[in-house]
Structure formats: structure tokens, C-alpha cells
């Protein structure tokens, strides 16, 4: 009789343990699933990005520049993205908003223009405006309220980077 206990006590004890492997190689099972699905970005950030068709959204259809730069139209530009652009825009590098360095080897001047003058609507309505705004942590281009011309002489401005 004693031999019987201690048999269905061993019984007991090897079937519990077995049923608590069972449970723990479920559990690492589920910590060892790999995931197929991978989330699509573009390798290329949006400051980086070229996109010379695209015009934007806003007032400016169509720019025309001369071969030659006007440097009085660029001296007024740099006077004027001084006084209102560089709190975000560092010349020289990445800052709040990206740097103009190169800026019309990846946009169009039309698109530039629009950003400058329209930034809100550029943002609701324009993929590569909206991915700026991701890539730069979701700080909104301000609108300066600059006229045609002065952001056209920015423009120039930009030219001489």
C-alpha cells in the first residue's frame, strides 16, 4: 500500500512537471515569432528626396530664371532670409528646417516658392511637404507672409548657395 501511494505521488509530481514544459515552450514560442511584415519608408529622407516636376500648391505656376544671377534680386533675398528665415534655416547645415544648400538640385523653383508663400496649405496638400514635416519632428514651416517678390528674391538668394 505504501509502494501504491508513493507511485501515484511520483505519477502526480512527473505529470505536473511535464504539463508545465509543455506551457513554457508555448510561451517561448510566442517570443520567438518573426514578424514577415515589414513597414515601407522611403529609404531616401524627404530632405534628401529630388522631386524636380513637382510645383507645389499655392500661387507660383511658373518661374523663369535667368542663366546669369541678378545679384542685387540675391543681396535683397539674403538680406531678407536673414531678417526672417534663420531662426529655423541654417545656412550651413540642418537645423529646425533643413539647410537651402543645394535646394533647386532637388526642387523645382515653383515648388520653393509655393513652400516659402504657402507652407500651410503645401503641408495639407503636398506628400513631400507633409514628409518634411515628419522628418523635421512635426515643426510646421511658419508663414512669414512674404510678398512674390520677396520670396522670389530668396529664390535668387538660394541661387548663390
Known sequence: MKSLKFFIVFLL???????????????????????????????????KRVDLTSKGVGPITSV?????????????????YQKMCTACHKVEKKHIGPSPIGILERRTPEWVMNMILNPEQMVKEDALARDLLIEFNGSPMANQNLTEEDARAVLEYFRTL
Open 13 to 47: 509530481i512527473a505529470f505536473v512537471g511535464c504539463a508545465d514544459k509543455k506551457e513554457n515552450s508555448k510561451s517561448k514560442s510566442n517570443y520567438s515569432k518573426k514578424t514577415t511584415e515589414t513597414p515601407v519608408k522611403n529609404a531616401v529622407p524627404a530632405s
Open 64 to 80: 523663369t530664371l535667368d542663366e546669369v544671377i541678378n545679384k542685387d534680386m540675391a543681396s535683397h533675398g539674403a538680406e531678407v
